[in-house]
């Protein structure tokens, strides 16, 4: 089992940034990729970016690219979100998630943190 713990969700100014943390305990080393996802209020979740776990190679939503980065510190198990120019539609629930290796979906899930950015 892999437990996800995010964190570092808040109100942020429209313009400003945020960093969201997520820290991965457990079988880290069944860990194939990480990713982001967000819910806005009243919308289905949606994928943000991801990296993998063994190249650090990142993916991203093509709307999402330029203004959200997400990177790894390999000796913390600790994947992070860095948002940039926030805008009022970046509001969500930020949830991170993990793939085992040998899988192919999402099989953890963190309990997710509130990113709240105000106009």
């Known amino acids: 089992q892999v437990q996800l713990v995010e964190s570092g969700g808040g109100l942020v100014q429209a313009g400003g940034s945020l960093t969201l943390s997520c820290a991965a305990s457990g079988r880290t080393f069944s860990i194939h990729a990480m990713g982001w996802f967000r819910e806005p209020p009243g919308k289905v979740r949606e994928f943000v970016g991801s990296i993998n776990w063994s190249d650090n190679k990142t993916e991203y939503l093509d709307s999402m690219k330029g203004r959200f980065t997400v990177s790894r510190d390999n000796d913390k198990n600790t994947v992070y979100l860095q948002m940039n120019s926030v805008k009022p539609e970046d509001t969500a629930d930020y949830y991170c998630?993990?793939?085992?290796?040998?899988?192919?979906?999402?099989?953890?899930w963190g309990q997710g943190t509130q990113v709240t950015v105000s106009s």
């Open positions: 998630a993990a793939v085992p290796t040998g899988r192919r979906s999402y099989e953890y």
